[in-house]
Every structure is written in structure tokens, then in C-alpha cells.
């Protein structure tokens, strides 16, 4: 069994940084693709930033470029992938997903991913 769970969301104001964590316990959990996504409020979930399980990274979207940074950590057992948020704006404002897809691809369609419940990140102006 895989388990997902993020935290460091909160309520910062803009200009202000977040750092997002996710551990995933598990079998092989070294396997897995990892990713976060978002969810604002009124509108589709959107890929952020992805790191592929054999290295490699993804932008999903230009919006956080420069200011987002994405890195895991594997040298504990549990298996942990951080969100660097720096310069967060009112629009970064969203319920932040981690999810993990066992040998999968950052352009995949993560529909057999495991997900977390998700940590909120608000930014006020």
C-alpha cells in the first residue's frame, strides 16, 4: 500500500515563500515519478513541476518558472519530494496535490497515480 501526504501549505502574503513537502511510504518507493499539482478555486487542475523517477525534471506550466523549485530526497526510507515557492503571488493561490505514479512519465496521464489529500496555499495581496 502506498500512502501520499503533503504539508507546509498556509497563508502567506505575496512576495513570501512556502516550502511544500510530500512523503510517500511504500513498496519500491524509489520507483515512482513524482509530481505536484494545483487546483485554484473555479478552474481545472494543472500540472506545476515534475522530477521522473530516474532524474530528469518537468515544468508543466510558465507561470512558476523561476520562482518554483522541485527536488527529492531519497536517502531516508521514506521517500520525500519537496515544493520550493519563492515570490508567490495571489494567482499561485490553490489546493496543492502531490501525487506519485509508479515508473511513470512526466507527460503521462497520471490516472494510475497514488494522490494526497492536498495542502492548501494561500497568498494574500
Known amino acids: 500500500q502506498v500512502q501520499v501526504v503533503e504539508s507546509g501549505g498556509g497563508l502567506v502574503q505575496a512576495g513570501e515563500s512556502l516550502n511544500l513537502s510530500c512523503t510517500i511510504s511504500?513498496?519500491?518507493?524509489?520507483?515512482?515519478?513524482m509530481g505536484w499539482f494545483r487546483r485554484a478555486p473555479g478552474k481545472e487542475r494543472e500540472g506545476v513541476l515534475c522530477?521522473?523517477?530516474?532524474?530528469?525534471?518537468?515544468?508543466?506550466t510558465d507561470a512558476v518558472k523561476g520562482r518554483f523549485s522541485i527536488y527529492r530526497d531519497k536517502a531516508n526510507v521514506k521517500n520525500k519530494l519537496y515544493l520550493r515557492m519563492n515570490s508567490l503571488k495571489p494567482e499561485d493561490t490553490a489546493m496543492y496535490y502531490c501525487?506519485?505514479?509508479?515508473?511513470?512519465?512526466?507527460?503521462?496521464?497520471?490516472?494510475?497515480?497514488?494522490w494526497g489529500q492536498g495542502t492548501q496555499v494561500t497568498v494574500s495581496s
Open positions: 501525487a506519485a505514479d509508479w515508473l511513470g512519465e512526466c507527460s503521462g496521464s497520471w490516472d494510475g497515480a497514488f
Open positions: 511504500g513498496r519500491n518507493s524509489d520507483d515512482y515519478t
Open positions: 522530477i521522473k523517477w530516474s532524474g530528469g525534471i518537468t515544468a508543466y
